[in-house]
């Protein structure tokens, strides 16, 4: 009761916050929205070029698949890393750490509002795209029902493996390699470059197992209808897993990361 | 020469200040690796499926890379820092300085910092070109080789005066940072030709927002792909946005009132 009241103080507190900030707010979320729509002229070049369809996409699915993709990464991002070496240097976590609470809990509605927030550019967006580019939605019941717990997992999962990846700014004061590196393996493995059964059969068997292609293309995939129900469960059978390790791994390098922590600014 | 040794001058700082952090060169070199990484990455998965898109092959697209790291290079290299520097100005008043300068300030602004290190991505962007043209066995003629430069050259000025069309608006607004991040996101689209593109948003990223036309260009060219009938964009486009950044500064200028002093 007394977590629920402050994370509904702290989620009002943010969603001001981003309010402020409104201009840079949108500037971000123009920024997120573009790289999916790139893509997605690029594979309808690529089906167009091959008469119609690619890898086993057409123009319509494809345009499908990256329009759902646009919404779920959204929903699943964080810009966390970006910001922790930062926070560290500036002295903002220095003032974190007087409350009696875990930080995490802050970032989790910084991250959730901004969400919320973003849905307003993202949803007439997603709508206008589709009137212009005609994609091909098939839905049965139950790819819908099962999205939304594939996307919740994914979202919890992502957040907390970036979370724990933000950690390393505790022990380099340069992270930018770091997350750059982070980078390219999500846009690798998420789906983002392309539809994962775009590439050789082995690398999108791997990647299937890969946190990254769960904590975003899971999800589009079950909404589009591209996987079996089977597929649909044993990914959420994984996503727990990762779940779990991540929550164990945050605890783990807090609680070291904490220790080294030596307070600047105040 | 009174020109060129300025920048000379400027050139030599930029590059005494950088030696000093010899690390972020590393950094620097990983960050550039990764990025190309990503970049032949998607070109090889993209090219799994066709064999042509738009009508450029896969050597083409990775001539095409090779010019996209060039520009990204030269933005980096003085055209992004130099304008971060003046925004800086802007917000606490340094910039009255650069008013005092006898030099034209947007000139000055231009050459004014200079990041060695991002001289990385320019080369391999150089490496990436010659090693596409050579494997892809180009032959250019002098003709187009002359072309190439001329269409490089017509690239950097549309980018340079695309940032300050960007960064003018500083005077007024202040506090823009941000306004970079509509750059870097709008950059990606540069990453492909502009064939991929609808026509709609073709004629946007020549005309509107030119990012992506400054790079298909000079790769255009070098790969034979340049229409003849299409030249005389090569110089209208950047006289135009030249013009109309340096019109923007000199109203920017007027309106600019200090903020210290």
Redesign the interface.
Known sequence: MRLFRIYLLSALLHLKEHLIYR??VL??L??ML??PV?FM???R??AL??GGS??GYTQGTLTAYYLALMVVNHLTFTWIMHEYAYRIREGVLAGQLLYPLHPIHRDVTMNATYKLLGLVLFIPAFLLLSVFLKPEFQFEPWQVLAFLPTLALAAAMRFLMEWAVAQTAFWYI?T??FN??Y??AT??FSGR??PIS???DWLSAVARYLPFWLGVALPVETLLGSLTPEEVMSGMVIQAAWLAFFAGLVAWVWSRAVRRFGAVGG | MYLARVIGVHARIGILKDLQYRVNFAGQLVNSALGFLLAIGSILVVFRHTDLLGDWTQTDLIMLIGVFSIVRGFINLFVRPGLQAYMEGIRTGLFDYVLLKPLDSQLYVSIREFRIWSLVDLLTGVGLVVWSGWVGGLEASLFTIVLFFVTMLAGFSVVLAFWFILGTSAFWFIKVDNIFVVFDSLFQTARWPLTVYPGAVRILLTFVVPVAWAVTMPAATLAGKLEIGSLWLTLLVPAFFVAVSRIFWKIGIRHYSGASA
């Open positions: 201009a840079s500037i971000w123009f920024s573009l790289e790139v002229m690029v594979w070049a690529v070029a091959e690619a890898g340069e930018s390699s750059q590196a980078y390219v846009m690798f470059i392309a775009m590439f050789p």
